[in-house]
């Protein structure tokens, strides 16, 4: 699991995926995120602007699972 450090209370699903590397713009995590790709603690989210916070677990289908710290 891939530790990604905030330094805000919370971090919005899309600007997570843009910070972890793992989308390289909004748009393309907007896609990600509407084919019910990304997993937020367990769960199939498909809201972008879902705020993240310390210790949630977020999982890209078919790719790396990360935890913000």
Same mark, same amino acid.
């Given at each position: 699991?891939?530790?990604?450090?905030?330094?805000?209370?919370?971090?919005?699903?899309?600007?997570?995926?843009?910070?972890?590397?793992?989308?390289?713009?909004?748009?393309?995590? /907007?896609?990600? $995120?509407? &084919?019910?790709?990304?997993?937020?603690?367990?769960? %199939?989210?498909?809201?972008?602007?879902?705020?993240?916070? /310390?210790?949630? $677990?977020? &999982?890209?289908?078919?790719?790396?699972?990360?935890? %913000?710290?």
């Amino acid at each position: 699991m891939i530790e990604i450090e905030i330094t805000t209370d919370f971090i919005k699903l899309d600007s997570f995926l843009k910070l972890a590397g793992v989308a390289q713009t909004g748009g393309q995590a /907007k896609i990600m $995120i509407s &084919e019910n790709m990304v997993l937020v603690n367990g769960e %199939v989210t498909n809201q972008r602007g879902k705020k993240l916070r /310390k210790a949630d $677990i977020i &999982e890209i289908k078919d790719h790396d699972k990360f935890v %913000v710290v």
